[in-house]
C-alpha cells in the first residue's frame, strides 16, 4: 500500500490528507486551513507550510492548485490572486515545506481520481467523460477513452455577459446571489448543455463541493448526458493529486 499526502488547494480553503494511492481511501483526517484572503503565492506557501506540519509525513506531495498547470507552472489564474500567473508552484511549495512536491490542476485530479478509482471504474464509464466540479468556480478535467487531455477550462468560456461562464453558473455565484437549487440549478444545465454542444460528451461526472446537493438541483438538469456523481465527491482532488505523484 503505498501512502502519500495529497493537498488540494481551492479558492476558499486548502484542504489535505494522507492517502491509500491503491484505493482512494483517506488514512487520515482530512486537515483544513482557510485559502488566504489575500491568496499571494507567498501568503498561499505559509499555509501550505502549515497543514503539510499537520502530518508525520516525509515524501513526496501531490498537490492539486485552481490554475491551468504546465510543467508546474501556473498559466491562469481563476479564482486565486493574479499574481500567480508565470509561478513556478512546484518549487515554491518544495521550498516552503522541504518535500518533493507534484502539482497539477485541481479538476485533471479529481478526474483523475474518479476514473482510475471511482465512479469511471464502478460504471465503466469510456469514450468522452468530462468530470465538472462546482466548487468557487466551474473545473473541468476531460478524458477520451481513459485518457486525460490536460488542462481544459471549461468554466472560462464567455457566459451570457461575456464574463467567464463559471461566475454565473458556479457555486460561489449561487452563494453570493442568494439563489436556491431551484433558481440556481437552471443556470448551471446551461453550463451543461453548452458544454455538451461544443464537445459531445459521453458522460458527466460531477464533483467538488456542490456535488453533495445534487439531489436538490437534479430535476433542473435537462441536458441530455448520462451524469453521475462522484464517489470521491469533494475529496477527489486530494485522492487524484496522491495518486499522480506515483
Given at each position: 500500500?503505498a501512502?502519500?499526502?495529497?493537498?488540494?488547494v481551492?479558492?476558499?480553503?486548502?484542504?489535505?490528507?494522507?492517502?491509500?494511492?491503491?484505493?482512494?481511501?483517506?488514512?487520515?483526517?482530512?486537515?483544513?486551513?482557510?485559502t488566504?484572503?489575500?491568496?499571494?503565492p507567498?501568503?498561499?506557501?505559509?499555509?501550505?507550510?502549515?497543514?503539510?506540519?499537520?502530518?508525520?509525513?516525509d515524501?513526496?506531495?501531490?498537490?492539486?492548485?485552481?490554475?491551468?498547470?504546465?510543467?508546474?507552472?501556473?498559466?491562469?489564474?481563476?479564482?486565486?490572486?493574479?499574481?500567480?500567473?508565470g509561478?513556478?508552484?512546484?518549487?515554491?511549495?518544495e521550498?516552503?515545506?522541504?518535500?518533493?512536491?507534484?502539482?497539477?490542476?485541481?479538476?485533471?485530479?479529481a478526474?483523475?481520481?474518479?476514473?482510475?478509482?471511482?465512479?469511471?471504474?464502478?460504471?465503466?464509464?469510456?469514450?468522452?467523460?468530462?468530470?465538472?466540479?462546482?466548487g468557487?468556480?466551474?473545473?473541468s478535467?476531460?478524458?477520451?477513452?481513459?485518457?486525460l487531455?490536460?488542462?481544459?477550462?471549461?468554466?472560462?468560456?464567455?457566459?451570457?455577459?461575456?464574463?467567464?461562464?463559471e461566475?454565473?453558473?458556479?457555486?460561489?455565484?449561487?452563494?453570493?446571489?442568494y439563489?436556491?437549487?431551484?433558481?440556481?440549478?437552471?443556470r448551471?444545465?446551461?453550463?451543461?448543455?453548452?458544454?455538451?454542444?461544443v464537445?459531445?460528451?459521453d458522460h458527466?461526472?460531477?464533483?467538488g463541493?456542490?456535488s453533495?446537493?445534487?439531489?436538490?438541483?437534479?430535476?433542473?438538469?435537462?441536458?441530455?448526458?448520462?451524469i453521475h456523481?462522484?464517489?470521491f465527491?469533494?475529496?477527489?482532488?486530494?485522492?487524484?493529486?496522491?495518486?499522480?505523484?506515483?
Open positions: 500500500m501512502q502519500v499526502l495529497g493537498i488540494d481551492g479558492g476558499t480553503g486548502i484542504k489535505a490528507a494522507l492517502v491509500d494511492t491503491d484505493t482512494g481511501e483517506l488514512l487520515t483526517d482530512r486537515h483544513r486551513l482557510s488566504p484572503d489575500h491568496s499571494t507567498a501568503n498561499v506557501a505559509a499555509t501550505v507550510k502549515k497543514i503539510v506540519a499537520e502530518f508525520d509525513y515524501g513526496p506531495v501531490g498537490c492539486c492548485f485552481p490554475a491551468v498547470i504546465v510543467n508546474g507552472v501556473a498559466k491562469t489564474a481563476g479564482n486565486i490572486h493574479k499574481s500567480w500567473r509561478t513556478q508552484v512546484d518549487s515554491l511549495f521550498e516552503a515545506t522541504g518535500l518533493p512536491f507534484r502539482v497539477l490542476n485541481d479538476a485533471d485530479a478526474g483523475h481520481a474518479e476514473m482510475a478509482m471511482g465512479v469511471g471504474v464502478e460504471k465503466g464509464l469510456d469514450g468522452m467523460v468530462i468530470m465538472i466540479t462546482i468557487t468556480g466551474l473545473g478535467g476531460v478524458f477520451y477513452n481513459g485518457q487531455i490536460p488542462n481544459i477550462e471549461l468554466g472560462r468560456m464567455p457566459g451570457k455577459d461575456g464574463e467567464p461562464i461566475f454565473y453558473a458556479g457555486n460561489r455565484a449561487r452563494k453570493e446571489g439563489l436556491s437549487w431551484d433558481d440556481w440549478g437552471p448551471f444545465n446551461y453550463f451543461l448543455e453548452r458544454v455538451a454542444r464537445n459531445t460528451p458527466f461526472i460531477l464533483g463541493g456542490a453533495r446537493k445534487f439531489d436538490q438541483f437534479e430535476h433542473t438538469i435537462t441536458v441530455p448526458v448520462p456523481v462522484a464517489r465527491r469533494n475529496n477527489a482532488g486530494i485522492i487524484g493529486a496522491a495518486a499522480a505523484v506515483l
